[in-house]
């Protein structure tokens, strides 16, 4: 376990009117920030009915961005959903959205993944706890810790419909986890993720310091978190779907280089190697 040598906050001069000094300060210190009620309800109907289509859509399609789950054939997450839609392409050019994510990354931006994660009720899976740095550094190439994570709540998420969960501090830590990533590893890894995982005693540890938080709010909430803070969640087994829109922005001065696994890139789908796209 490494501390951290990057910035979490890269501007603190406040440049937008969409998060204030205190905000910003609650985000440097626990790794996230939550924004409730964020979109009204009209833009939540839109973006949900057109989830609802791309869900359906994405059943009879066996295209590499449609991942299923471990078990069985149901859709699990749908990648680069903001190049290949123009409801989510919009979505990613969300004037408020990306001025708060501009302040906190200190730079121009540009979308390095975005994806629709499924999890309805009674069967959705679980996503394991992971700091999502350890993985776009590793089979990525992206060098530096100056990227976030933004997910966009379309359904109400409660305590017990697998939300997100976080460690708020995690972030100020880098855990180096055990084994070497084998070739082609996200075809499987986006199913159900084995390597790239922290071990438990290093999981104990900071949920030891910094607990376990589930930021929970109603539909149109929006919960933006750092790139190297430890996250997951639990499987959803009540009755409640629980689908958020994940975009992940990283600064235009952080582009990716070759993998530091040594291994071929992963596909553009998953990590945009060029800036703007």
Known sequence: MLERVDPVVYDKTIRQSVIDGGQLDEYERTGYLFLDGFFSAEEVEELRSELQRVWRQAEGD???EIIREPDSDAVRSVFAVHRDNAVFAKLAAHERLTAAVKQILGSEVYV???RINFKPGFTGKDFYWHSDFETWHV???MP???ALSCSIALEDNYSFNGPLMVIPGSQRHFVSCVGATPENHYEESLRKQQYGVPDPDSLTRL???????????????VLLFDCNLMHGSSSNISPYPR????????SVENRLAEPFSGQKPRPDYIASRKAGE
Request: charged residues 25%; neutral net charge; without cysteine.
């Open 62 to 64: 066996d295209r590499a």
């Open 243 to 250: 689908s958020n829109v994940f975009l992940v922005f990283n």
């Open 144 to 146: 530096r810790m100056r």
């Open 112 to 114: 390095h993944q975005s």
């Open 139 to 141: 089979e990525d190439g």
């Open 207 to 221: 949920a030891s310091e910094g607990g376990i938080v589930a930021p929970v709010g109603k539909a149109g909430s």
